[in-house]
């Protein structure tokens, strides 16, 4: 195979294909952290809560067999995830990024302790009925977007309007406006008579139910069972997206969709290039050292809010 029938195998429409289905997680859990980060919370256990989320969503589904049931748990467990962060990182003032290494390392052990108490094994879950596709007719025929379309997620076009939607939410209503200044400056927002405490919450826990629910799209939907560790850093992942996109709608949004290409990249780099010539474990590593350096070239550049990671005294007020 020549270069030029080695380029036409890696860069296809089923390379794009492939981006949008790895991206449907990473966007749900950086659109959620982004939502946190704007109130001026700092949620480094963003991937904790994505794998407690894909534990319930196959949970639901298996004892159910509604993966739809399995997705609402997936987010309501996501949310009572955010609610213990929120207690102590938002309530008792402890140190946030402290507080969400904890959480992550709690739900890394409590998911894999869970899945062995429930099937009595550990690895892996039974298998479970997943979301199902969706397929649009009027598609089928038209060139590059309906083979990039078609047959994805029945969640994945909601998802990936997500972004708009809550760039209407923070810019042009009375909430947004509340949820951005929570994390600028909680001290105005108090004097006109908001409880930065209370957005704040609202906010966390609504980033952890997106969490949760990209959780669950990992294992009910792009696979069809729960394993431990199954997340794998899409967590931190979506964490390094907030940043790069500047905590924006568009600008996570495009993060998330970079992510996922390069993720799905190095999956069809895998098939098509021989371990003779270039070791796959190089192409494995590739979205995560992309990640750090996300993180350390744009971590001070990232346009957050100017109080996100300090607590809220009242008492300072």
Sequence with gaps: MNWS??????????LLASTIRVSISIILAGMGEMITERSGVLNIGVEGTMLMGALAGALGSYFTGNPWIGLLAAGIVGMLVGLLFSFIAISLHSDQSITGLA??????????????????????????????????KFLENVPVLGPIFNDQS??????????????IVFYRTPWGSWLRAAGENPKALAVVGKNPVKIRYIATLCGSFLAGIGGAYLS??????????????????ALSAVIFGGVK???????????????ALQKTLQTVIPDTIMPRELFMALPYLLTLFALAGFIKKSGGPADIGNPYLKESR
Excluded: K
């Design 5 to 14: 029938e080695t380029l036409q195998a890696i860069f296809n429409v089923t």
């Design 249 to 263: 709608p568009g600008g996570v949004f495009l993060a998330c969709i970079f992510f996922g290409f390069m993720d």
């Design 103 to 136: 959480i992550y390392l709690l739900c890394v052990g409590l998911s894999g302790y869970l899945l062995q108490v429930i099937f009595e094994h550990g690895g892996n879950s039974p298998m479970v009925n997943t979301l199902p596709t969706l397929h649009m």
């Design 220 to 237: 009910i939907s792009q696979t069809s069972l729960f394993s431990e560790n199954m997340v794998a850093g899409r967590g931190f992942i």
């Design 154 to 167: 029945s969640i994945a076009i909601p998802v990936l309007l997500i972004p708009v939607i809550l760039q």
